[in-house]
């Protein structure tokens, strides 16, 4: 038995530790902010399986088969990352946990890195399924615990919902010793697992009866709470808004939410009986207000308090009159700091390349995204994991007659590919398109922090897995038209882009080096202006570098932040920029 | 949210009983750029006041970081702390590793507040390509709303140290002067976060930079 301990977590730091306290067995993901690091922390724990997985729906998929095999499993992902799990989610409720099971979904209230901040608390109550939400990193570990046995005494998958600031807020957590809990032994059940139409019908009156007796549950259940005091205001709240809460009306009643679905009726009555006013303080959706006016509870609510964006103990406060706005500083004019690809990124050399012939390139999700800002302005579409392949084909379909066909490609990075590309992919080929696909290589899931992926056999418990060879792959659908270009030789790049857009046929372009962060990314002498030589026409800047800004009428480069990608000299029109010898 | 603060420096002991009796609440932004080791230094700060057994939450604004961003990350210690973020109006403290995210985020200062900010400039790209302009007077616009200014110069100190990159360090050194932890419970997280080969050249920054206000 370790001795009581005490360690500073973050939400997702907390998460992997419950997952090693409660006995998890096996822990699958695909990386997305704010969610990766509850897989990377998990990793230390060789007592559990982890694995980064193709993408959301696989993950799900191989935590359904290990709960199936009577293990206890987690998985993990971002908000939007749940909509590519959901189709396993809503067949997992009707087949219930053997193994608990738990599935995480960080959501992104502010957007701080998503394409939208979608409610996952919808997902609980669509799929009927219990919901558990954390308000710090200490019940972010306790709901692991709590969610593996609500799982396996409820026959149910659990969702455990963080935000970002749940998940990268960091607080003081007691740590407890692993429970090792034994894997049950796998007894074949038809009923319960073959989800045909016959079964099914049997299984959803399963769910709502499972529902009702998890609605008792809640009633009980320690983590919803009221905590007594001034009755004139009474605030209902979940999640991270319950801190600000605290923050703003620390002498408030509170009915502090933790299970949120399916939720506490009579608790809630008794509250609500208690207090003179009610306010519901929630991120997002009206999720709890609705809930409560369809009880026939009155409610403050979203009509004060924003729906948009994420809330802080500011606007709380502001919003239901209980500080006084502030006065904005009048600061001058500020010039925004916007993110940018590294110096050296080798997705910067394609991207000038596309903005040089002016192609109609569908984007995707990733580091490369950037591509879409200026000075590149080289992305003109970006919908969601994979979708650029699909998107560039449809363009053409819907362009077939336009003279601009021929200029729309797609791009996507490597991860990206194998997470959701390939099956657009192979839908061009079945169905004729003549599109040309650009895969930026750069080795690595980059923009969560480098983690691996199937091309670069390099497995989460650092284990060398093996490597899809991703040219071979290709070449395997039937593509014949498949050529790995050098992205930091631009004119290696154009003519082969050049070529393949005018080919009517499917072909993809892949531009390999990898990130510029990784320990083999490119490491070159810097480059450095001639000062003589430049006459100030600033066509390098356009390269989209952070290392090349002007000193005065000539250019100049940081000699401390270039690694010698040479993109630059390339570009220079008057061969004004040199390498260092 | 402390809002009385007429903290002079060395004043640890006092401090301490100010923030427990009234049950206050500090809290300290760090702002700066990607790569400047700003979420080491408010780890360092988070485990400090750990160790000296006050309540702490740490929050962190991650994703872009790496690519250049403005990076924000607030600490919040007391007796017991809920919201682990700042808004408008609730930092008592300003910890800035640049020039222009110090008056980026000064709405964060509370009228009472104190900023330390690095004499140190770094180009964002629009400036860099020459589509907008750094201002000039950014220690004279930030003076215009705070009282208590400190400007230090973090990079020479940090090279006099031994190394750039323990200029996140250095900064921690001169803002430890007005916050209540006891110098051998810095010592001890110094030693506990940095990798053991660059204990020591840590130590000799944040004394270094405990010099400086």
């Known amino acids: ?29 695909y990386p997305g902010t704010p969610s990766t690091e509850i897989l990377e922390n998990i990793a230390q724990y060789r007592e559990i399986h982890s694995e980064w997985c193709t993408n959301e729906k696989v993950a799900l ?35 219930g946990a053997t193994g608990g099971i738990i599935i995480v979904s960080a959501d992104d209230p502010g957007m701080h890195s998503s394409q939208d901040e979608q409610d996952n608390r919808n997902y609980a109550k669509f799929s009927k399924i219990p919901l558990l939400e954390p308000s710090d990193s200490q019940e972010a570990k306790d709901l692991v615990l709590e969610g593996f046995k609500i799982s396996e005494k409820y026959d149910t998958p659990v969702l455990l919902r963080s935000t970002t600031r749940i998940s990268h807020s960091k607080s003081i957590v007691k740590l407890g010793a692993r429970e090792e809990v034994p894997i049950k032994s796998y007894h074949k059940d038809m009923l319960k697992r073959v989800i045909l139409p016959a079964h099914a019908r049997k299984k959803h009156i399963f769910v709502e009866e499972r529902l009702k007796s998890l609605k008792k549950f809640s009633e009980r259940f320690p983590y919803n709470r009221i905590e007594k005091g001034d ?18 009306f620390p002498d408030a009643t509170i009915l502090k939410l933790t299970m949120t679905w399916p939720m506490p009726d009579e608790l809630i009555k008794t509250f609500a009986s208690m207090v003179r006013k009610i306010y519901v303080i929630e991120e997002n959706d009206p999720f709890i207000e609705e809930y409560l006016k369809v009880m026939g509870i009155p409610v403050v609510g979203k009509d004060k308090i924003p729906l948009c964006l994420e809330l802080n103990p500011y606007i709380v406060g502001v ?30 050399g394609v991207f000038n390349v596309i903005r040089k012939l002016k192609l109609i390139a569908t984007g995707d999700i990733g580091c490369y995204t950037l591509g879409a800002l200026s000075p590149l302005n080289a992305l003109d579409t970006c919908v969601e994991m994979g ?17 601009n066909r021929k200029k729309i490609i797609g791009v996507i990075g490597d991860s990206t590919f194998f997470h959701s590309g390939i099956t657009s992919l192979i839908n061009i080929y079945y169905n004729n398109g003549i599109t040309t696909i650009v895969i930026l290589d750069n080795r690595t899931t980059a923009m969560t922090g480098h983690q691996g992926y199937p091309g670069t056999g390099k497995t989460l418990m650092g ?15 039937g593509i014949e038209n498949v050529y790995v270009v050098d992205p930091y030789n631009l004119k290696e790049v154009t003519v082969v882009m050049k070529r393949e857009i005018e080919r009517d046929d499917l072909s993809v372009i892949i531009a390999r080096a990898p990130c510029a962060l990784l320990p083999d990314g490119i490491k070159e002498k810097p480059y450095y202006v001639l000062a003589d030589k430049c006459t100030g026409c600033k066509v390098c800047l356009k390269v989209g570098c952070p290392a090349i800004s002007m000193s005065g009428n000539v250019a100049t480069i940081n000699k401390f932040f270039c690694v010698g990608c040479s993109l630059c000299a390339q570009i220079c029109p008057f061969d004004a920029i040199k390498q260092v010898n | 949210m402390c809002s009385n603060m007429s903290i002079r420096r060395n004043q640890t002991s006092k401090l301490r009983r100010m923030i427990m009796n009234n049950n206050n609440v500090i809290s300290v932004l760090l702002t700066g750029i990607g790569g400047q080791g700003i979420l080491l230094a408010s780890d360092l700060l988070t485990m400090v006041a750990m160790e000296e057994g006050y ?127 006891k110098n051998d419970a810095w010592l001890k997280v110094i030693k506990k976060r940095v990798p053991e080969k660059y204990v020591e ?13």
């Open chain 1, 231 to 248: 009755n004139s205001i009474g605030i209902i709240t979940d999640s991270v808004s319950y801190q600000y809460a605290k923050e703003i």
């Open chain 2, 201 to 213: 050249l840590n130590i000799k920054a944040f004394k270094l930079g405990s010099e400086l206000v």
């Open chain 1, 61 to 95: 998929e191989v935590a359904i088969g290990a709960s199936f095999g009577g293990a206890r499993a987690i998985v993990a992902m971002k908000h939007v990352g749940l909509n590519v799990a959901a189709d396993p989610l809503f067949s997992l409720s009707y087949i």
């Open chain 1, 463 to 477: 284990i060398s897995g093996r490597e899809v060879d991703l040219e071979k792959f290709i070449k395997g659908i």
């Open chain 1, 387 to 403: 979708a650029s392949v699909g998107n560039a084909y449809g363009m053409q379909l819907a362009m077939k007659d336009d003279k």
């Open chain 2, 55 to 181: 309540d702490v939450k740490k929050s962190e604004v991650h994703g872009m970081s790496q690519r250049g961003g403005s990076v924000e990350s607030a600490v919040r210690f007391g007796k017991k702390v809920y919201s682990p973020i700042l808004a408008p109006g609730m930092a008592d403290f300003l910890l800035s590793f640049e020039k222009l995210e110090a008056l980026r985020t000064l709405d964060y200062l509370n009228d009472n507040g104190l900023i330390v900010v690095n004499d140190y400039k770094f180009d964002p790209l629009p400036v860099a390509a020459g589509l907008a302009e750094y201002p000039g007077d950014i220690i004279d616009r930030i003076k215009k709303y705070a009282k208590k200014v400190f400007v230090v110069d973090g990079m020479s100190v940090a090279l006099r140290a031994g190394s750039m990159k323990v200029m996140n360090v250095v900064l921690i050194g001169a803002i430890s002067k007005f916050l209540p932890f």
């Open chain 1, 1 to 29: 038995m370790e001795i009581e301990k005490r360690a500073i977590l973050s939400g997702n730091e907390a998460i992997a530790r419950g997952a090693y306290e409660g006995g998890c067995h096996v822990a699958t993901a």
């Open chain 1, 319 to 348: 919003s239901l009159g209980k500080i006084k706005e502030r006065k904005p500083i009048d600061k001058g004019d500020i010039p925004p700091r916007p993110p940018a690809l590294c110096p050296g990124c080798p997705h910067t």
